[in-house]
T-cell receptor, first 114, second 114 residues
Framework: EDQVTQSPEALRLQEGESSSLNCSYTVSGLRGLFWYRQDPGKGPEFLFTLYSAGEEKEKERLKATLTKKESFLHITAPKPEDSATYLCAVQATLAETSGSRLTFGEGTQLTVNP | EAQVTQNPRYLITVTGKKLTVTCSQNMNHEYMSWYRQDPGLGLRQIYYSMNVEVTDKGDVPEGYKVSRKEKRNFPLILESPSPNQTSLYFC?????????????FGQGTRLTVV
């Protein structure tokens, strides 16, 4: 069974204080690891897909990295508008019976204070 | 604009009164799915569909039905809603392409069953 564990559950930062969010996973065969941002009462918004260990992707103040067991979302010099819940999800190797199924972690709630 | 549209956004209903939540996507995606999101439990998949007339159960299918008569639409049906189905529901769609499998989510439907 695929599993995703995110830590910490909640993180409070001062504006400009860089940090990292962790996503540990177990999956039979990794097809992709996804990061999403979710604002209160809204649907998850896609950020990154990582496919293989060693891969890195960047977008503005966010950088996602991947190893064989975990992924990190690094936030450099965050701003208050980065406050949101960040979700990690894994997708197992495509199987006839599961298609593009995602298994989500519970998320890290990030608050950035001005 | 690429989007997944859910309706209604908010719904309050009584126990046992059948309801349908609609979902439509304009990206010609093969894969569509429904999730529910509950505090402490994260996003859990209810049902998914890999293409027209092809649907299957996710992790928490009890009390729900779906249909996929057209590629763009994937309604969620609650034949006899109960209070434990009070939740935030999301529809998602994605391509089955090997390199572009990120899921796009709707804005959510907040359902309250009294």
């Amino acid at each position: 069974e695929d599993q995703v564990t995110q830590s910490p559950e909640a993180l409070r930062l001062q504006e400009g204080e860089s940090s990292s969010l962790n996503c540990s996973y177990t999956v039979s065969g990794l097809r992709g690891l996804f990061w999403y941002r979710q604002d209160p009462g809204k649907g998850p918004e896609f950020l990154f897909t990582l496919y293989s260990a060693g891969e890195e992707k960047e977008k503005e103040r966010l950088k996602a990295t991947l190893t064989k067991k975990e992924s990190f979302l690094h936030i450099t010099a965050p701003k208050p508008e980065d406050s949101a819940t960040y979700l990690c999800a894994v997708q197992a190797t495509l199987a006839e019976t599961s298609g593009s199924r995602l298994t989500f972690g519970e998320g890290t709630q990030l608050t950035v204070n001005p | 604009e690429a989007q997944v549209t859910q309706n209604p956004r908010y719904l309050i209903t009584v126990t046992g009164k059948k309801l349908t939540v609609t979902c439509s996507q304009n990206m010609n995606h093969e894969y569509m799915s429904w999730y529910r999101q509950d505090p402490g439990l994260g996003l859990r998949q209810i049902y998914y569909s890999m293409n027209v007339e092809v649907t299957d159960k996710g992790d928490v299918p009890e009390g729900y039905k779906v249909s996929r008569k057209e590629k763009r639409n994937f309604p969620l049906i609650l034949e006899s809603p109960s209070p434990n189905q009070t939740s935030l529901y999301f529809c998602a769609s994605s391509s089955m392409d090997t390199q572009n499998t990120e899921a796009f989510f709707g804005q959510g439907t907040r359902l309250t069953v009294v």
